[in-house]
């Protein structure tokens, strides 16, 4: 018997997760999928002077510092150790910009970006 589309979306899931390796690291990140309102509150955290441009880096850091469940990277430890002053200047100071390309294509797939380069092009715009 197959699913119907109502049973399937009612029997559905948003607590999306999986590891992300970083090779240099050695190790696993695990990031979560977002949902549209966590996209909104980065768009805007990260949009910058009177014409409403986006920061595009700014808006990358600020999705994975929200996204990745392991490791903290909101742990006081990891600010001090990088002089960081917030979690997302821990990203830019921690992690090289391929090792952050690599986050944020995996938590947009993990979010439904799937497949669609130029969706994924728009989530980051």
Request: no cysteine; glycine share 6%.
């Given at each position: ?74 742990d006081k ?41 130029e969706l994924i ?5």
């Amino acid at each position: 018997m197959t699913t119907s589309r109502l049973d399937a979306l009612l029997g559905a899931t948003t607590d999306l997760q999986e590891g992300v390796y970083i090779p240099r690291l050695g190790t696993d990140f695990i990031v979560k999928a977002l949902d549209e309102d966590t996209l909104e509150k980065a768009r805007a955290q990260a949009t910058t002077g009177k014409d409403g441009s986006v920061d595009e880096s700014l808006f990358n850091r600020l999705l994975i510092v929200k996204a990745v469940a392991d490791p903290d990277l909101n742990d006081k430890a990891l600010k001090d150790h990088y002089e960081a002053s917030d979690s997302a200047d821990v990203v830019k100071k921690a992690l090289l910009p391929g090792e952050q390309s690599r986050l944020v294509q995996a938590l947009l797939k993990l979010s439904g970006f799937v497949g669609d380069s130029e969706l994924i092009q728009d989530a980051k715009n």
